[in-house]
């Protein structure tokens, strides 16, 4: 025989599940702001139905249902989404961080301006060009030997500032190192903590935003792959367990997070505690293209070592060839041409590397360039003429032919011409600055994309909030007044039965 009281509990627990989705409602509005925060919801479950099925059932026509209970509190999170964003993360970090430096390079090379280098060179050539219409005029040597202190700055101050943006990448670099290994021992601290939850039945969601947010954030400096580890006990089925974190590039592998915590990693060169980034590292979050920006100087790799090593060979050239030229002729005191640069010695064998920030002019006096190629003749400015014309020399294999016949080999510019060479230079940059932005522009529009796609799922909308407030607001009104329906029927029952003949 069904209890009299039986409505009663099937009414209460009907408040009580309602009750818990009207709090859960109020968490998930009171978080609408909280960075990486998930609604959440009550996964409503209906009780077992009266009566069980036995051999000393009651006989009614079938099971009645007893009302509800508050299950679970589940956030409403989609995993693939998740995997889809951490790797457009992965590679909006690495584009990101690329065209940033590039865009540093552009600044400091500042071509085609007024205040570059290839305008310092030009006015250094139409400087030669006025002089060799007036060999022995002393305010175009002086204008001759101020450009030519202009130039030797110019790569002066090239190379320092690419250097000083090099170390500052450098930095960078080792606080990128830093801001992993912090993001792995906060991960393996979480994955402690929900180690000690979940094996007693319950599912610590704000736990799980935090490791979700940490995770976003270190997919953004490196390339990870997580999986997971159960905890059990009595961990419920949609329990998320733990993560276990690694670093994989390729066939590399480095397990930055498991169950016994966190593995502390270093950089040295272009390697993360043994995992190599090389060229294949491209797109593989923003390490990676630190890594690159910084390079090698002595394998002359990467981004910036690169364009310094690039300027030092045009620096280097470019001296050894015009203190050639200028060697042939003829200063106004009837003196054979001296050294004009100098980069400790550029006519000798040594190595290229560095000169464009050791380059100086060598003369002091005006009269001291060698303008003349006749002794005798001091307003002669053939060679003057000559100096000029070195932008146009035609180099191959290394070797070029100077004006006077003889041949100056071992260059450091294999073939083209002085200026062309600098010209493909900043071609090279600007062509790697604009694939840079382009597919930092693309990753961006993709990584907003996979996002807004989390958001439409996991975040928390207001109105939304509110209809559902409003929804569990009247469910709990209904199951109260269904406790007054009975309150009713139960008074009848007791207080107006059993009095006939009163």
Do not use: C
């Not at 367990?241 to 670093?247: A, T, W």
């Not at 380059?359 to 307003?379: C, F, R, W, Y």
Request: proline share 3%; net charge negative; no cysteine.
């Amino acid at each position: 025989m069904r209890s009299t009281f039986m409505g009663l509990e099937t009414a209460k627990r009907g408040m009580y599940a309602q009750q818990s989705a009207i709090y859960v409602t109020g968490h998930n509005i009171a978080n609408k702001n909280t960075p990486g925060y998930t609604r959440q919801r009550v996964n409503f479950v209906p009780t077992e139905p009266y009566p069980a099925a036995s051999m000393n059932r009651p006989q009614i026509p079938g099971q009645l249902g007893t009302g509800v209970k508050d299950g679970t509190i589940q956030r409403i999170r989609e995993s693939f989404i998740d995997e889809q964003y951490r790797g457009e993360n992965n590679k909006f970090g690495y584009y990101q961080t690329l065209a940033s430096s590039i865009s540093k390079m552009e600044d400091i090379m500042n071509e085609p301006s007024d205040h570059g280098l290839s305008k310092a060179m030009a006015q250094f050539w139409q400087s030669l060009q006025d002089l060799s219409t007036n060999g022995d005029n002393e305010g175009a040597r002086r204008v001759v030997l101020q450009r030519g202190i202009a130039v030797a700055e110019t790569f002066k101050y090239l190379h320092t500032s690419l250097t000083t943006v090099r170390n500052d990448i450098k930095k960078e670099l080792d606080a990128s190192v830093t801001e992993i290994n912090s993001l792995a021992t906060q991960l393996a601290s979480i994955n402690r903590q929900i180690s000690e939850i979940e094996p007693h039945g319950y599912l610590p969601n704000d736990l799980y935003d935090e490791r979700d947010r940490l995770l976003d954030q270190l997919s953004n400096i490196v390339p990870i792959e997580i999986t997971t580890i159960p905890y059990g006990g009595n961990s419920l089925p949609i329990a998320e367990g733990g993560r276990k974190v690694e670093i994989v590039l390729g066939d590399q592998r480095l397990t930055l997070v498991d169950e016994t915590g966190a593995q502390e990693v270093e950089i040295e060169g272009n390697q993360l505690s043994g995992i190599t980034f090389d060229e294949g590292a491209e797109g593989k979050g923003r390490l990676a293209a630190l890594i690159y920006a910084y390079g090698d100087l002595e394998a002359e790799t990467g981004l910036f070592p690169s364009m310094l090593a690039d300027l030092d060979k045009y620096a280097h050239s470019f001296a050894k060839v015009f203190n050639a030229v200028h060697q042939s002729g003829f200063d106004l005191n009837e003196q054979s041409g001296a050294l004009f640069f100098n980069i400790g010695d550029p006519d000798s064998d040594e190595s290229y590397k560095g000169a464009a920030g050791m380059i100086k002019v060598a003369i002091t006096n005006p009269s001291e360039i060698a303008a003349s190629l006749k002794a005798t003749h001091k307003g002669n400015g053939e060679n003057a003429l000559h100096l000029a014309e070195i932008k146009d020399l035609v180099i191959a294999g290394g070797t070029v032919t100077l004006p006077s016949g003889a041949t100056l080999s071992d260059l450091d510019i294999d073939s083209g011409t002085l200026q062309s060479f600098f010209e493909g230079v900043i071609g090279k940059m600007a062509v790697e600055g604009q694939q840079a932005n382009r597919l930092y522009y693309n990753t961006e529009v993709l990584l907003n994309s996979v996002d807004n796609a989390r958001r439409s799922v996991s975040e928390v909308s207001l109105d939304e909030e509110f209809s559902n407030l409003i929804q569990y607001q009247h469910a709990y009104s209904a199951s109260a007044r269904m406790i007054t329906v009975i309150d009713e029927m139960l008074d009848k029952i007791i207080n107006g039965m059993g009095i006939a003949g009163r």
